[in-house]
């Protein structure tokens, strides 16, 4: 038998933690359940740990961050909504009412945007609402992908289960999210290092060298230290002129804001939406992953009990693209219609082959959920693998562009020195 690290609700709804000692995570349970207690994290000693486990002093820090006011229904952080959804689910699967549930995570929840938030939900279910009409009061926090899938689980009276898939599916958004951002913020890194190293060298290095060659004249040098020169020069004069570099400002920040309120316009946004699908390597990556969350999305809706043509527009709206929007919406003209998703999705040329085929395969079948969810797990491997491929190969390629870089600046720098000394050997 193994040592099990808990963290439980006793009957009072005060958070305990302790050890028990099981032959697996599902014996730990129920033994803790016997003892009149609602585990809602079980961890085997020496393979993970407790999130949430606090002391004395974190239950202070706790108490004092409840007493401050939150902001109801405001945003919150995707691992702070999905870890509420995940206790949510296991507090009533282990049998605790919703909103018996809903107030004891409302007592012991440290963000106090999403405190606020619970307590007016479980208040508004104690007045006699859904749980689905309370979450639909706060669509900042809480989207329509949320709401509808908990109002299907009310309906089928499957909600522990629904809310469990809502926190699987939320784990792996944020895990392909995460992915996507580390391979497009890696470039910019190392191509701020090399900017940042070469401004050094324009504005701090180069011009002790210029003044060491004064006295050669522009002539005697190599054309590439006169270009380097040249270049410190002209970014010397830049730098520091304070109104130069106070418009240069005013101008990068003007461009910025101008492209984000065009980006805003529907016309902007189906330019930009198409570039990202169309880019050389990070296109490939974009469309993976709008299929992913498209399949897994939908998938996810169907499996719990969503109406086709409502999932449909769930997903149209959670898409994140305009271009994959579109072909959505097309998709969910044709169900409409009476026809198959199959045809739709063959003309709007987003999905591949192999989508298009296993989702015939899935209709005809009867089995469209299982064969949806399957696609996402495919397209999941496939944007990891691309995004793994893509760092390995920038990353020797980002570090030959910043050698040459700074190479090109210290042969310029160098190359008339052992000019000077070769002259002087010579005489």
Known sequence: MANFQYIALDPKGEQTTGVVQANSDAEAVTALRGQGLYPTQVVEEGKGTLAGKAGKKGKKKTKARAKGKGKIGGKVKPKVLMIFTRQLATL????LPLLRGLNVLGKQEPNPVLQATITNIAD?????ATFSESLGQHPKMFNKLYVNMV????????????????????????????????????????MFIAV???????????????DMFNDMGNAQLPLISRVVFGFSDWMLARAFILPNS??????????????GAWTRTKKGRNIVDSMKLKLPVFGDIQRKSA????????????????????????????????????????????????????????????FPNLVV?????????????EMLLKIADVYDDEVDSSVTALTSI?????????ALVVGAIVFALFLPLIKVIQEMQGG
């Open 92 to 95: 009533i699967d282990s049998g």
């Open 124 to 128: 508004s279910v104690q007045g006699g």
């Open 151 to 190: 109002k299907a689980g009310e309906l089928g009276g499957v909600l522990e289960i629904v809310l469990t898939r809502l926190a699987e599916y939320q784990e792996k958004a944020h895990k392909l999210k995460g992915k996507i951002v580390s391979a497009m913020v890696y470039p910019l890194i190392v």
């Open 196 to 210: 940042a190293i070469m401004s050094f060298l324009m504005l701090f290095i180069v011009p002790k060298f210029r």
């Open 246 to 259: 106070v418009w240069l400002l005013f101008l990068a920040v003007g461009s910025y804001m101008a492209f």
């Open 291 to 350: 299929i992913a969350r498209f399949t897994r999305t939908l998938g996810t809706l169907v499996t719990s009990g969503v109406p086709i043509l409502q999932a449909l527009n769930i997903t149209r709206d959670t898409a994140g693209n305009v271009i994959v929007a579109k072909a959505i919406d097309e998709v969910h003209d044709a169900v409409k219609e009476g026809e198959s998703i199959v045809s739709p999705m063959t003309g709007s040329g987003i």
């Open 357 to 369: 085929s296993m989702v015939d395969v899935g209709e005809e079948t009867g089995q469209l959920p």
């Open 394 to 402: 920038l990353e020797p390629i980002m570090i030959v562009i910043l």
